[in-house]
């Protein structure tokens, strides 16, 4: 279940993807949160320099393999606007990272992009369970979806409606 807390850090997330888009990037954002509740680290996407790995959920998990223990990280989570990608969900399963709560599943973006006419991915949208069998992955969350939406039409270029 989604509580509170997790919402919380879930705002924070769609606000870090509206950072994102405010330096032309990317609308993704993450935060890293620790098993008491601390946020330790939170990123968002950086890949308009040209470097398409340069996804927020990766960054944090490498953050968290140079500064958490392994069972730190197993007992942290992660939150984030939009389901990992099989690039970043591997990087979470390979570190060893704990729960994942995802605004935006992998399903619907791929749905909003092919309304907007953005071409297909490079990549697959996997489910992360796809590409971690144990991952605790929880999401979509309704309530922040249509807002994550937004930031995407506005990258895009598809303007308000
Ligand atoms: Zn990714």
New binding site residues.
Partial sequence: MVNDADLRHLRRCVELAGEALEAGDEP?GSVLVDAGGTVLAEDHNRVAAGDR?R????ELARWSAANMTPAERAAATVFTS?E??????A?HGWVGLGRIVYVASSEQLAAWLAELGVPALP?RALPIREVVPGAEVEGPVPALAEQVRELHRRFHGGGAS
């Fill in positions: 993704f790995t996804h927020p959920e990766f939009g990992h990608c099989p690039m970043c969900a990087a990549v």
